[in-house]
Each structure stands twice: as C-alpha cells, then as structure tokens.
C-alpha cells in the first residue's frame, strides 16, 4: 500500500494534474490581507565564507558586497556562533560580552547595520541562546520549549518596533531540518519517531512565538515570518520515507517552509532533468505544507542552491537558469544562491581554510583551491552565475 501511495503521489505532483489544478495552480499572494511580495526574488547566501577582501566585520562586509552587486534581498545567520561565522577582524564592532538573547543580538552593531540598509528581504537561519543547536529531548522538556518560544517572541517584538514603516520582510528558519533529524549525510532510513516528536515541539515553540508577537504588533507596514527548513523532499516522494516534509511540516502549521534543494538541483546534466525534479519537489511540498496565513505558492522558498562551478565544469550557467526558471514559474518566493564567497574552500597546503582569510595570508585559499560556490571568487572576479541572477533583479 505505501509504495503504491507514493507512486501515486510521485505521478500525480509530476504532470500536476489530480493534485489541485494545473502544473502548480493558481495561488494567493496575501497574507492576513497583507502582500508578502510580488517580486520573484534571486537573493544571495552570506556566512562563513572562507576569504575576505576587507578588514571590516565579515557580515557588513558581504552585506555590502551584496548590495552593490544590485540585490534587494539577503540570506545570513542570527545565531549564538555570530562571532566565528562573522569574524570581526579590526573593525572591533561586537560588543565584548555575548548578547543574552536573539532579541538583543540582533541589535549589535553589525547586525543592525545590516538590517537598515536596502535589503526588502531579510532570511535568517536563526538558533537561540537557550538551547543553541539541541533538539534532541524537546518534546518533554516544557521549560527548554517555553525559552525557545520566549526568544523567538521578544526577536519579532523587536523587529516589529523597529523597522515598522520600512516594507521589509524577515524570515526566520532552522538550518537543513532533515539533516537535524538524520544526522548529516545520512540518506538511509527514517527519521526516528521521538526525533519527529521532539522536532515538532520545537518548531511549534518557535512559530508560537512568531505568531504571538506579530498579532500583538498587528502591523501591516512589514512583517516577521517563521519557516521550517526541509533538505530531503524525494527522499518522502520517490521512496516513502520519514522526512521532515510529511512527518513534521503537516503538524507544525508555520507560516513558510524553505527548501535547500541540493536533492533536486545538483543531479542530472540537463535543464530538464532539473526542472523535473525541482518540479516534482515543489509540488510535494505545496501539497504537504499548511498555508495559515494565505500565501499560497510563496509560502515556498528555495533557501538553498549552489553551483560547484569548479567541480561541476560548465554546468553553472545552464543550472542556474533552470533552477531560477523552475522556481519563478512555480510562482514560489524565491531562491538563494549559497554562497557569496565559497565556505567549502582549501588552504593551499590542503588543510581546511578558515572563516575570512584576507589576501596576504599564507593561508588564503585561491580560485582552484575551492569548489566554487560563490558569486565572487577568491581573486576576486566575478563568477559567471551573477549575470544569470542580474536578469532577476
């Protein structure tokens, strides 16, 4: 039964048809009579890149970079790591003790600059000082879920006080959710049922305290969004196995679900192989999400898609515009390109290459030293996606 259910599913969210209309249907684009955004957006990833140009704090620097390449919207991390995935360098702009919570992390400094330049569009990958990165036991620790919850709450308070009037949008969401439960690289098997059980409570704390502080601020001059991240669609659809999209997703009711689209977008070597599979990912996850707040289609939003330009030679080009293409058609949010600069980098003597190393250091990766996930490599030029990603801005 279950493996006629998924082929069933598999067929259906393919052609589009049986599954709610035609190959996507058509969707609202308000949420609780607001706008979230008519504009496909084409955004860029910045954390933890392996090289730097500037002396300047890491995330104003690539914020900078960013926005003079000409995009709107942005993808960084507001979490407790903000000083080793965001080195400092002589700029000296955290402040010397860490922040007690989201809330006044997101009022440092660099982060505040951040969000008062150009941006519309604001992600977050977004962890809280009370329990960091631990999901394991949520689901019966009533008090680890109150804190969570509590910190996502007082983070929209402040960003609704703040930044009211401005026409932005913040998403907060969890770093690749299937990787949480499996453990990363672990493609075999199901996610376990009290991972699920204590996956769901987190997610449920989190969106609870979205939701709380965007009712009370009742704001219609910009908004905050919760998301929960999923990275291994097909893995539910073609093999009918537990995943974070069918297990969690349908029982969280957040307001988004992002995608890092890894499993759809790096197979195959043609466009249509691509289109194919992001299409059919796509549809799994409009059919499986809730939509609370009416956003239809861009409920959806690609958080993740990288290039490997050195790794996958001459794919860059043609990849990205079937990914952009696909995902614009869907009538989806949008999609980020992971990373401005490559955080999967070398040093030139093989060892692993630290967070922003500036030119001049021994340890510095160059071009050939990297995978080649970036928009800007290390000597600097541009790579040859950014002209793609131009055509969407």
């Avoid at 084409?42 to 002396?55: D, E, L, R, S």
């Avoid at 999209?245 to 192989?273: E, R």
């Avoid at 058609?329 to 190393?357: K, R, S, T």
Wanted: glycine fraction near 10%.
């Amino acid at each position: 039964m279950q493996k006629f259910l998924v082929g069933s599913l598999f067929a259906c969210l393919l052609v589009g048809f049986g599954c709610g209309g035609g190959r996507f249907g058509a969707e609202s684009m308000t949420a609780s009579g607001r706008a979230f955004t008519s504009n496909f957006m084409a955004g860029i990833a910045h954390v933890a890149g392996n090289y730097g140009f500037t002396q300047n704090n890491f995330l104003i620097e690539g914020a900078q970079k960013i926005s003079s390449l000409g995009s709107e919207s942005i993808f960084v991390y507001l979490t407790p790591r903000f000083r080793s995935q965001y080195p400092d360098q002589s700029a000296n702009q955290w402040p010397s003790a860490d922040p007690s919570d989201l809330a006044h992390l997101a009022q440092t400094a660099p982060y505040a600059k951040v969000f008062n330049m150009n941006f519309q569009t604001i992600v977050l990958t977004t962890y809280s000082f009370a329990n960091a990165y631990g999901v394991v036991g949520m689901a019966g620790s009533p008090g680890r879920l109150q804190a969570e919850e509590s910190e996502f709450y007082h983070l929209t308070k402040y960003l609704y006080s703040h930044f009211k009037g401005s026409r932005k949008t913040f998403i907060l969401k969890n770093w690749e959710g299937d990787w949480i439960g499996l453990g990363q690289g672990n493609t075999t098997g199901n996610i376990p049922a009290g991972t699920v059980q204590d996956m769901t409570a987190w997610f449920t704390a989190r969106q609870n305290g979205v939701t709380r502080a965007r009712n009370e601020a009742n704001d219609t001059s910009m908004q905050v969004l919760n998301a929960v991240e999923v990275n291994r669609v097909l893995d539910y659809t073609q093999k009918g196995l537990t995943r974070v999209i069918n297990a969690v997703v349908p029982n969280v009711g957040a307001d988004m679900v992002t995608y890092s689209s890894y499993d759809s977008t790096v197979v195959g070597s043609d466009a249509q192989t691509v289109d194919k599979n992001l299409t059919l990912a796509l549809n799994t996850i409009k059919q499986l999400a809730p939509d609370p707040l009416g956003l239809g289609m861009k409920r959806i939003l690609i958080s993740e898609y990288g290039l490997y330009e050195n790794q996958l030679k001459g794919d860059a080009t043609w990849r990205s515009k079937a990914i952009l293409n696909t995902a614009k058609n869907a009538g989806i949010a949008g999609a980020f390109l992971w990373n401005l600069y490559d955080n999967e980098c070398l040093e030139p003597n093989g060892q692993p290459a630290p967070v922003d190393v500036n030119p001049g250091n021994p340890a510095r990766p160059g071009d050939s030293n990297c995978r080649g996930l970036w928009v800007v490599r290390p000597d600097g030029s541009d790579s040859s996606v950014l002209s793609v990603l131009k055509q969407y801005w």
